[in-house]
């Protein structure tokens, strides 16, 4: 159902302390975490209400972040119904190995499908909050970023004309494909990281329950795959594939011929399978915009990284950096302290490029063996063993799975 959009007819020009570029996660934590502290801001987004609200993607959210969601009031409907995950699977070379993160930690996963998420911070941010935030707009644009007024622009998606949001400060949330990480590396030669993993990603959703209560990493010569639960009802999964392989390459019966092969295990149940709804090729990179800020423009989730989601770390970092710009923007505009916004940069890059080495860790071990080298499969599986038989690397990695170290 087509919600209606809150404010129909916006003035040509109009002036918020705060403007929102992406209603994400990123974003709508930032505009609800504002709101909180009475401050106003406008969220601008390029799609429908409805189609971010079904958006599928992420579905693991670390300890920490469902804890910082719930101190902000934003976690109550999460709470109720995300489920709790306690142990992961590998399975290589014919066997199934589970690795029990919370008998190790006493720490858990969250799993919610990120739509859910979403669904809740627009609710809270537009109904609950009084967020101002428009939907479907066009041809966005970032003005006078390095100056102290800057403004962002948009056509009205009702009238095509262009209408202005003067501000003082604009948060950039619109993912990696947004204009906020372009604006700021024009006004300002930032640093830009990339990581490219040379294999692609086919990522499924399939209208099927879990095939096992647990996330499954399928470590085989003919590539990796993964199972991730997401609800009773749909069930992620993914096959490495060529980079820049088609979807069409990949239809019903081939999906789940190479996910029974990759995800064999002996006394393992057979997979269940369902329609496959969901599916698409990610070429599998990273990257990383350094500093993070400029001027009066500061970026926040995949706009400022992009982590492939080879660990299911990247509306983590979303909002963690939510966390951290929505506090220091609130401290700025509220009582005029500004050093948490200063700090924004460098406090959010410590844990994204942990969680960025992490990454490049994990890759290895999940295509090492179909890599077609014999010493990275060899090595691989030494990885994959050592954390079955060495406490050292089990806990080293159930903390960096988990994201539960305490400094970064
Ligand atoms: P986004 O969610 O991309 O939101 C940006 C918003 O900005 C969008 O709504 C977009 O429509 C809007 N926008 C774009 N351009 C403009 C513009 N010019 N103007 C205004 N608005 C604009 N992460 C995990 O932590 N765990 C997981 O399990 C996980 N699994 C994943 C599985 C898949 C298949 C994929 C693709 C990603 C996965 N991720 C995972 C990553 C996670 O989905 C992203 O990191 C997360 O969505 C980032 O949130 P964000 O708010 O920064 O950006």
């Known amino acids: 159902m087509a919600h209606p959009t809150p404010h129909p007819g916006p003035p040509a020009r109009e002036r918020f302390p705060v403007v929102v570029v992406g209603a994400g996660p990123a974003g709508l934590t930032v505009g609800n975490v504002l709101r909180a502290a009475s401050v106003d801001c406008l969220v601008l987004e390029t799609e429908t209400r409805d189609f971010v609200e079904r958006r599928p993607r992420a579905g693991v959210l670390e300890e920490w972040a ?16 995300a489920e709790r995950h306690t142990a992961c699977e590998f399975r290589f070379e014919g066997e199934g190995h589970r690795f029990p993160y919370t008998e190790l930690t006493g720490r858990h996963h969250f799993v919610c499908p990120q739509p859910l ?43 095509g004309e262009r209408r202005y949001a003067d ?18 590396t024009a006004a300002h030669p930032a640093r830009v990281a990339r990581h490219d993993y040379g294999v692609g990603w086919l990522a499924l959703l399939a209208e099927a329950p879990p095939s096992c209560d647990r996330v499954l990493f399928g470590v085989h010569p003919r590539g990796f795959a993964g199972q991730m639960p997401r609800s009773p009802r749909l069930t992620r999964y993914y096959l490495q594939c060529p980079p820049g392989d088609e979807p069409e390459n990949w239809p019903h019966e081939r999906v789940w011929s190479e996910l029974r092969q990759r995800l064999a295990a002996a006394d393992a149940r057979p997979l269940t399978e369902g329609r496959l709804v969901e599916k698409r090729v990610l070429d599998m990179h990273d990257c990383v915009v350094e500093p993070m800020a400029y001027g009066r423009l500061l970026l926040a989730g995949d706009a400022a990284h992009l982590t492939a989601p080879i660990a299911a770390k990247g509306m983590n970092l979303a909002l ?28 959010c890059l410590r ?10 860790w994990l890759s290895e071990v999940y295509h090492g063996t179909a890599s077609g080298d014999p010493y990275r499969a060899g090595t691989t599986l030494a990885r ?25």
């Not at 902000?72 to 999460?78: F, T």
């Not at 844990?351 to 490049?360: A, G």
């Open 384 to 408: 994959l063993r050592r954390l079955f038989t060495s406490p050292a690397a089990a806990a080293a990695f159930a903390e960096q799975y988990l994201g539960t170290a305490v400094r970064h």
């Open 320 to 347: 963690h950096d939510a966390f951290l710009l929505g506090d220091a923007l609130a401290a700025r505009l509220t009582k005029g302290d500004g050093a948490a916004l200063a700090g924004y940069s460098a406090a």
């Open 117 to 159: 998420l979403v669904t809740d911070l627009v609710r809270e941010y537009a109904d609950v909050r009084g967020g101002a935030i428009r939907f479907g707009v066009r041809d966005v644009r970032l003005h006078d970023v390095g100056s102290d007024r800057p403004s962002v622009s948009y056509r009205c998606p009702e009238t």
């Open 66 to 81: 469902v804890r910082g969601l719930e101190r902000r009031g934003l976690a109550g409907r999460l709470l109720e119904r």
């Open 167 to 184: 501000c003082e400060f604009i948060a950039g949330c619109d993912g990696a494909r947004g204009v906020s990480r372009a604006a700021l």
């Open 351 to 360: 844990r994204v490029w942990d969680y960025q080495e992490f990454s490049q």
